[in-house]
Each structure stands twice: as C-alpha cells, then as structure tokens.
C-alpha cells in the first residue's frame, strides 16, 4: 500500500500494513519510493501520511479513542 508524505510529497511504501489499522501504534516502517533505486526503510509519524489522493487516513486507524 502507499501513502504520501505530507512535508515532501513523495509517496511512502507502507512495509507492515498491521501497523498501519493499529491506532495504538503512531508509527510505521515504510520506504519512500522516488528515484530509479531502491530506499532503505525507515520509521514514518501517522500524523504525516496522508492518501495519495489528499485525504487523512481513517481516525481509527490514527485514535485509539475513536468509538467515544
């Protein structure tokens, strides 16, 4: 699956999915895919990744309050 970066733009290969639908966990292993390489993995805040198409991930998958 792949989301945005919200600073750069530049789209995120999200490597764990589980991690992803977690709202407990803020972060996720994932890997920018820009350039004719490979990027090595590295740790994304939740808070900034976004849909490629602009839209906010789901709150349930960010707020671990999000049924109250």
Not at 17 to 32: C, H, M, S, V
Not at 45 to 56: T, Y
Request: contains cysteine; charged residues 30%; proline residues 6%.
């Amino acid at each position: 699956m792949y989301l945005k970066d919200k600073s750069n733009g530049d789209l995120v290969e999200v490597l764990d999915t589980e991690t992803l639908f977690d709202p407990n966990i803020a972060e996720l292993k994932g890997r920018y895919h820009a350039g004719e390489e490979m990027q090595d993995a590295a740790t994304f805040a939740k808070a900034d990744l976004i849909f490629p198409s602009g839209e906010s991930l789901p709150r349930c998958w960010v707020d671990p309050a999000y049924k109250s």
